[in-house]
């Protein structure tokens, strides 16, 4: 990772050395002493895992899923990243913020690692520094690394929780207004899994859930699993972007797993290292010894939150919904072993509102640095907000699907020709 950053910050101003220090002229009346700014993730290990130990964390900003995706992903975009340490006056950290540096039409913007791949995007706060960073402090400590970095333009924070684990999120305070869509969950009552569901479901949906378990058990055995030795994890992934890739096909989108680097990364990641878990958990339902249904899940304290799910629409089983009884199944295992959320990400669908009953508000900010990025966060902003009245509007949902799907035809069609 640190020849394409080395070389893409060749191309713009010169930042502040790395792992320079950017201290505060009046540490008085802030509650941090220095950030620090590096672009090696493994400088950082060891105060990162100490620090997600306590902190507010997603499963997204975890270290053992930042640092297989840029290794994978980032490497294969030549991502040019950074990793803020706030630092107290004994030069432990308060706070981490992984960021990617991104170029778009001549502006140089940061965002949090990960892009659509991260349901949540947020720093690592411990949490008595978080609850000390009102809005005027936190605008201030992402000015100072904004400086610290050199030659930003703006910071463009999406899709961040406005809570985590019951306590603010600090640089929610300075969003501009809420995201397109939320993210949904479901509270885990130790002891009583069955209990939670019967909770959030109706007792119609339990029925419809029912028939559908009968259905699929008349196709032949089958089998819930989750795969941790590499080769099960090669052979539930095969499955997963086999799928996936029909999926995206039919719906005339592009695959983002498709994405070079992702394979790699999923692997990377749902892989023991010997010292730590693994972040990323897969599972397959299998019907006669073949995935028909997959699920991949990041795990972080006491919350699973759900990645990505694929089934196999050529399977006669599909009609059945596998799906969702792999869904259910996962979720009484995570009861089971102790997890208290199970999410099921951002962006709207029926078997999100027919299995959660809570929600986690996202918001937007977009912070400029100059001129330039003050035009730039604005049309960030609108863009944002249109996209929030389209989802908000089914009628005009709808017209942008078929709006997108011309349009997409009508690219396919020139290259055709």
Same mark, same amino acid.
């Given at each position: 990772? #640190?020849?394409?950053?080395?070389s893409?910050?060749?191309? #713009?101003?010169?930042?502040?050395?790395?792992s320079?220090? #950017?201290?505060?002229?009046?540490? +008085?009346?802030?509650?941090?002493?220095?950030?620090?700014? /590096?672009? !090696?993730?493994?400088?950082?290990?060891?105060?990162?895992?100490?620090?997600?130990?306590?902190?507010?964390?997603?499963?997204?900003?975890?270290?053992?899923?930042?640092?297989?995706?840029?290794?994978?992903?980032?490497?294969?975009?030549?991502?040019?990243?950074?990793?803020a340490?706030?630092? !107290?006056?004994?030069? *432990?950290?308060?706070?981490?913020?992984?960021?990617?540096?991104?170029?778009?039409?001549?502006?140089?913007?940061?965002?949090?690692? $990960?892009?659509?791949?991260?349901?949540?995007?947020?720093?690592?706060?411990?949490?008595?520094?978080a609850?000390?960073?009102?809005?005027?402090?936190?605008?201030?400590?992402?000015?100072?690394?904004?400086?610290?970095?050199?030659?930003?333009?703006?910071?463009?924070?999406?899709?961040q929780?406005?809570?985590?684990?019951?306590?603010?999120? =600090?640089?929610?305070?300075?969003?501009?207004g809420?995201?397109?869509?939320?993210?949904?969950?479901?509270?885990?009552?130790?002891?009583?899994?069955?209990?939670?569901?019967?909770?959030?479901?109706?007792? /119609?949906? /339990?029925?419809?859930?029912?028939?559908?378990?009968?259905?699929?058990?008349?196709? $032949?055995? #089958?089998?819930?699993?989750? *795969?941790?030795?590499?080769?099960?994890i090669?052979?539930?992934?095969?499955?997963?972007?086999?799928?996936?890739?029909?999926?995206?096909?039919?719906?005339?989108?592009?695959? =983002?797993?498709?994405?070079?680097?992702?394979?790699?990364?999923?692997?990377?990641?749902?892989?023991?290292?010997?010292?730590?878990?693994?972040?990323?958990?897969?599972y397959?339902?299998?019907?006669?010894g073949? =995935?028909?249904?997959?699920?991949?899940?990041?795990?972080? $304290?006491?919350?699973?939150?759900?990645?990505?799910?694929?089934?196999?629409?050529?399977?006669?089983?599909?009609?059945?919904?596998p799906?969702?009884?792999?869904?259910i199944?996962?979720?009484?295992?995570?009861?089971?072993?102790?997890?208290?959320?199970?999410?099921?990400?951002?962006g709207?669908?029926?078997?999100?509102?027919?299995?959660?009953?809570?929600?986690?508000?996202?918001?937007?900010?977009?912070?400029?640095?100059?001129?330039?990025?003050?035009?730039? +966060?604005?049309?960030?902003r609108?863009?944002?907000? *249109?996209?929030?009245?389209?989802?908000?509007?089914?009628?005009?949902?709808?017209? *942008? /699907?078929?709006?997108?799907?011309?349009?997409?035809?009508?690219?396919?069609n020139?290259? !055709?020709?």
């Open positions: 990772m #640190s020849a394409p950053a080395m893409a910050r060749a191309e #713009s101003p010169p930042p502040a050395p790395i320079q220090e #950017s201290r505060s002229p009046a540490m +008085a009346v802030r509650p941090w002493q220095a950030t620090t700014i /590096h672009d !090696d993730i493994a400088a950082v290990e060891r105060e990162w895992r100490a620090l997600e130990a306590r902190a507010l964390v997603t499963p997204y900003q975890a270290y053992g899923w930042v640092r297989p995706f840029i290794e994978t992903v980032g490497a294969a975009e030549r991502m040019d990243v950074r990793f340490a706030v630092r !107290d006056a004994d030069g *432990a950290a308060l706070a981490i913020l992984p960021l990617v540096i991104t170029r778009r039409n001549g502006i140089r913007f940061a965002e949090f690692i $990960g892009g659509k791949h991260a349901n949540y995007h947020m720093g690592l706060y411990a949490p008595d520094f609850a000390k960073l009102d809005p005027a402090a936190a605008r201030l400590l992402l000015t100072e690394i904004g400086v610290a970095i050199g030659g930003l333009d703006a910071f463009i924070f999406v899709n929780p406005t809570h985590w684990q019951g306590q603010a999120n =600090p640089l929610a305070s300075l969003a501009a809420p995201s397109p869509s939320g993210a949904y969950k479901l509270a885990l009552a130790a002891g009583d899994c069955d209990g939670s569901l019967r909770r959030s479901m109706s007792s /119609h949906a /339990h029925k419809k859930l029912k028939n559908k378990r009968n259905r699929f058990a008349s196709y $032949g055995p #089958s089998e819930f699993l989750r *795969a941790r030795e590499p080769a099960e090669a052979r539930v992934l095969d499955a997963f972007l086999l799928q996936k890739s029909a999926r995206f096909r039919a719906m005339g989108v592009a695959d =983002p797993f498709a994405q070079p680097g992702m394979r790699g990364f999923i692997e990377r990641a749902a892989q023991a290292d010997g010292r730590h878990a693994p972040v990323l958990e897969l397959s339902l299998d019907l006669a073949s =995935p028909v249904a997959t699920y991949i899940g990041a795990m972080q $304290g006491g919350r699973f939150s759900g990645m990505a799910t694929s089934f196999d629409m050529e399977s006669e089983a599909a009609k059945t919904s799906g969702e009884i792999l869904l199944d996962l979720i009484k295992l995570k009861c089971r072993e102790g997890t208290t959320v199970f999410d099921l990400g951002v709207e669908a029926r078997y999100k509102t027919t299995i959660c009953d809570e929600r986690d508000e996202l918001v937007d900010s977009f912070l400029p640095l100059t001129a330039k990025g003050h035009a730039f +966060a604005g049309v960030a609108a863009k944002r907000w *249109a996209k929030r009245r389209i989802k908000a509007s089914p009628l005009a949902l709808k017209l *942008a /699907h078929r709006v997108s799907g011309w349009l997409k035809r009508g690219r396919s020139a290259v !055709d020709d």
